[in-house]
């Protein structure tokens, strides 16, 4: 009979490269979708020229920038997998900043209730500081990684 030691030993290794596959296949899904929104970004910019409210197009463009911001800081946290083998938090909610950011921007055009105005900037000051101490804990651990 084959300890269930032997198992686990074969089995977690497996895994791991299953794990590594998917984030692989996100990375490459990620980047795809990063320079389609880098090229809509342009498309955007060249269709500002054309358009008749000014706002609206500009506003178009920072959606377009600001989108491609998330997707972009979503990658870095699977690149970031890569090298430390640990998923940085940070990224994440720098993403979830940006994403909230878009919601502000659409607050001037569209009617919104006062009551989702003020869940929204709440969002913004939580999410500001987890950065700062997420960051500052992160950063503490790469240190100690290194020495």
Known sequence: MIPSRYYAENAVPAISWVAQGIYLLIAVALSALALVSLYDVALQMVALIHVDE????????LHAILLTLILVEILETVTAYFRTKKVLV??????????????????????????????????????????V??????RQETYLDAV
């Open 54 to 61: 000014m706002t609206q197009g500009v506003l178009q463009v």
């Open 90 to 131: 940070t990224p994440i909610l720098i993403a979830g900043i940006t994403a909230m950011v878009r919601r502000v921007l659409v607050f001037g055009i569209e009617v919104h209730e006062p009551t989702e105005i003020g869940v929204t900037l709440a969002a913004i000051l939580v999410l500001t500081i987890a950065v």
């Open 133 to 138: 101490f997420i960051g500052r804990q992160e």
